[in-house]
């Protein structure tokens, strides 16, 4: 592992790695898919739509067909609202298209616990009735607490739960690179 | 890809009760707009209903008759997945001689999670926040304010002119009796626009120059130069307390038709709360005509009314110290 930008911090993927591996799995999606045909992307807010809209534009580059991109957020669809406070801010959900029998792949910066992609699985269902659902990462931390995995996945980095895996994306942060940052002990995990 | 160039606000919702404009900052409100932007798409679904206030319960208590805005908080809590009890006053315990705190007390030990209150006297839904340990909401108190209708009001003029900093706003009609228009007068000058107001004397209530806003009598003056026409519903009661000669009268005065718009921007936007008193404030080929985006603030009301719900339930998490699941 390369040493990253800070104390205690490691950079797991750079700007580089980080453009091969969305490569990579746009060939694999096309490579499954057998093409574009039926195919959309969606990508989860914030990092995970711009993401997919990344991936879109390599698939094109691959297969000359444009894909259809949207943005989910997941924010009413959270398991913890009523659990955290103040409510988070919503951004709007913007899919410019009918999802009712494509096949759809979900992209997301980090596989965690899970959650957020089960909440994203709801919400997709209350906009319609997708032929299948995949599921794209760029990073699985592992500790899920929910059935479910990514069918493709840009590295898998080992964590432990006092870690906090950080993605920046030139569309919103100073850098293009992902890190495993320790967490402050006082913001850990409480009993 | 509509608004993109919007800034996003990252003000958090920290306030129990929405009472009215008055107290709210300008970050306070652009965070209400960005919210109710965000949820607008919800009612463009063939499924228009999220699951974020599953389990929670509205209660509509108006002592007053309304039907949008009654029915506006009715579809915003359904849009959300809430549970939501209408309460109209004629059909209550009030007319056996219970207090309205006592009422909202019984309310309360059902476990509701929000109070929507109208009610003709200004200051009824403060004093039961003060009481209540539920979110409570002013949905209009006498004269006094009404900040869901001016909140739909600012979202529709930005939809529309895409800004509303250095805006020129008319609002006319019965200003000394409109909660609507001092609602509009917080938020709007709060957010940079130059407010003039524009009645017959009587109907203008005395030192409202020093809320900041520009004062004329004669309706030419309100209509020139004017972004944004904003007319109000005069009430036939009016009349009958002398206040207005006669709705003919002020319809010759004040009224606005086709021929005075003639004395507008080409851009003009023309609003009005409603139930429109077609032929008095307005002519009817104004209300249905281009300029009119008076179904628009309807629609609009729906996700204003959607995020303020949305964002008063971020904080009423520690009712008995626990966190409700």
Redo the contacts between chains.
């Keep these: 592992m390369t040493s990253g930008n800070g104390k205690g911090n490691s950079r797991v993927m750079d700007a580089e790695g980080l453009r091969r591996a969305l490569t990579r799995i746009a060939h694999e999606i096309i490579e499954r898919h057998k093409g574009t045909t039926g195919l959309a992307l969606v990508g989860i807010r914030t990092r995970g739509a711009f993401l997919a809209q990344r991936l879109a534009k390599e698939i094109e580059a691959i297969d000359h067909h444009p894909v259809p991109v949207g943005a989910l957020?997941i924010?009413?669809?959270r398991d913890d609202?009523?659990?955290?406070?103040?409510?988070p801010?919503?951004?709007?959900?913007?899919i410019p298209f009918d999802l009712t029998d494509l096949s759809i792949v979900l992209v997301d910066d980090v596989l965690f616990t899970g959650r957020t992609i089960r909440a994203a699985l709801?919400?997709i269902s209350?906009?319609?009735r997708p032929k299948q659902i995949q599921l794209a990462v760029l990073v699985d931390r592992g500790h899920r607490e929910l059935p479910i995995r990514a069918d493709y996945v840009g590295k898998n980095v080992p964590t432990s739960l006092q870690e906090h895996v950080e993605v920046q994306l030139n569309e919103l942060d100073e850098r293009e690179e992902v890190v495993i940052k320790a967490l402050a002990p006082a913001t850990g995990e409480k009993p | 890809?509509a608004t993109t160039a919007t800034p996003v606000?990252?003000t958090?919702?920290?306030r129990k009760d929405l009472l009215g404009l008055r107290e709210l900052s300008a970050e306070e409100i652009h965070?209400i707009l960005?919210?109710a932007?965000?949820?607008?798409?919800i009612s463009l679904?063939?499924?228009k209903?999220?699951?974020?206030l599953r389990?929670k319960t509205v209660v509509n208590l108006f002592f007053e008759p309304s039907t949008r805005t009654r029915t506006s908080f009715e579809l915003a809590a359904k849009r959300?997945s809430a549970d939501i009890v209408n309460i109209a006053a004629q059909s209550s315990s009030l007319s056996k001689g219970e207090t309205v705190l006592d009422m909202v007390k019984n309310l309360e030990a059902f476990k509701v999670n929000f109070l929507v209150i109208r009610h003709a006297a200004a200051g009824v839904p403060h004093l039961i926040a003060r009481h209540a340990t539920s979110a409570v909401i002013n949905a209009g108190d006498g004269a006094h304010e009404h900040p869901t209708q001016a909140l739909l009001d600012a979202f529709t003029i930005k939809e529309k002119k895409g800004r509303i900093e250095g805006l020129n706003v008319s609002i006319i009609g019965d200003i000394a009796h409109s909660r609507v228009a001092r609602s509009n007068i917080w938020g709007l000058t709060k957010l940079g626009a130059h407010v003039t107001v524009c009645g017959p004397p009587t109907l203008m209530p005395p030192a409202i120059e020093q809320l900041g806003v520009r004062v004329t009598y004669k309706v030419e003056d309100a209509i020139k130069g004017a972004d944004v026409l904003m007319l109000l519903r005069i009430q036939h009661e009016r009349q009958e307390h002398m206040l207005i000669p006669s709705l003919r009268e002020y319809r010759l005065r004040y009224g606005i038709d086709a021929q005075r718009l003639k004395g507008a921007k080409p851009d003009v936007l023309i609003m009005h709360p409603g139930p429109v008193n077609r032929g008095v404030e307005l002519e009817s080929s104004v209300a249905d005509g281009p300029y009119s985006v008076i179904l628009d603030q309807v629609t609009n009301g729906l996700a204003v009314r959607m995020a303020v719900l949305?964002?008063l339930?971020?904080?009423q998490?520690?009712e008995e110290g626990l966190?409700?699941?």
């Excluded at chain 1, 609202?81 to 409510?87: D, F, G, K, Q």
Aim: proline share 5%; no cysteine; net charge positive.
């Design positions: 957020d924010t009413l669809y609202l009523s659990r955290i406070a103040p409510n801010i919503v951004r709007a959900t913007a709801n919400a209350d906009l319609g | 890809m606000h990252t958090q919702w920290t965070l960005q919210t932007e965000s949820l607008r798409e679904r063939p499924i209903k999220v699951p974020a389990g959300l949305y964002l339930s971020g904080n998490k520690d966190l409700h699941a």
